[in-house]
């Protein structure tokens, strides 16, 4: 298995512009999350879907931030306008439904100057 | 106060010594992860447990339920074994969310030649 794959791994981008970060999970896994990583506060969940479906975004730090699962093979995490301190490394993760185990992709270290 | 408190915050090592880092947490939990990271690099699941003990080559986790206390031990620690560790926990919170992972800030494992 390929594992979870993001891209693009680095992205570096100016105040202002629109952003989209993309994750594959693991085939069969029907849990998605959206992880960001900063040196300040860590690691911190931005959303969850199970089945395609959001359950929970309550991490999701304002309206600029929005996320998308249109099947169970894709996700898109999207910054709209993005601002300097949104830079940080973004993780997504899988997992099967009533399993606890998360497996985390490689991230996208996002930069905007 | 922290839910999930590592200890120590920076470990530096000899290769060869044994490697012990701790992790408290306050909450009733489901399952507890023991995550690591590379510098600049993703976040790699070692272990997932809800009781006892496990190990994998020369890593060995354990978890004390009652006293909401876990170690992971590094055993023949070598040079390649620098990296950061998480402990994370999903907690049994009211309301049934079974997928929230709460992490610790992360333990830096610094392990010379």
């Known amino acids: 298995d390929a594992g979870v794959i993001q891209s693009p791994r680095h992205e570096v981008t100016e105040m202002g512009q629109e952003v989209t970060l993309r994750c594959k999970p693991i085939?069969?896994?029907?849990?998605l999350f959206w992880y960001r990583q900063t040196m300040m506060r860590g690691l911190e969940l931005l959303i969850y879907f199970n089945n395609n479906v959001p359950i929970d975004d309550s991490g999701m730090p304002e309206d600029r931030f929005s996320a998308k699962m249109p099947n169970a093979s894709f996700s898109t995490l999207k910054i709209q306008p993005s601002e300097p301190r949104d830079s940080a490394v973004y993780f997504c993760?899988?997992?099967?439904?009533?399993?606890?185990?998360?497996?985390f992709g490689p991230g996208t270290r996002l930069t905007v100057l | 106060k922290n839910e999930v408190e590592q200890s120590p915050q920076n470990l530096t090592a000899q290769e060869g010594e044994f490697i012990t880092i701790n992790c408290s947490y306050s909450?009733?939990?489901?399952?507890l992860h023991w995550l690591q990271q590379h510098p600049g690099g993703g976040i790699v699941s070692l272990f997932m447990l809800s009781s006892g003990k496990k190990k994998h080559g020369r890593l060995i986790a354990t978890i004390n339920i009652q006293e909401k206390h876990s170690s992971l031990h590094i055993t023949a620690s070598h040079p390649r074994d620098s990296a950061v560790y998480i402990c994370?926990?999903?907690?049994?919170?009211?309301?049934?969310?079974?997928?929230?992972?709460?992490f610790g800030k992360g333990t830096l494992l610094t392990v010379n030649p």
């Open positions: 993760a899988s997992s099967l439904a009533g399993n606890y185990e998360q497996f």
């Open positions: 085939s069969g896994h029907n849990s």
């Open positions: 909450v009733g939990i489901s399952a």
């Open positions: 994370a926990v999903i907690g049994t919170y009211s309301g049934g969310s079974n997928y929230k992972l709460t």
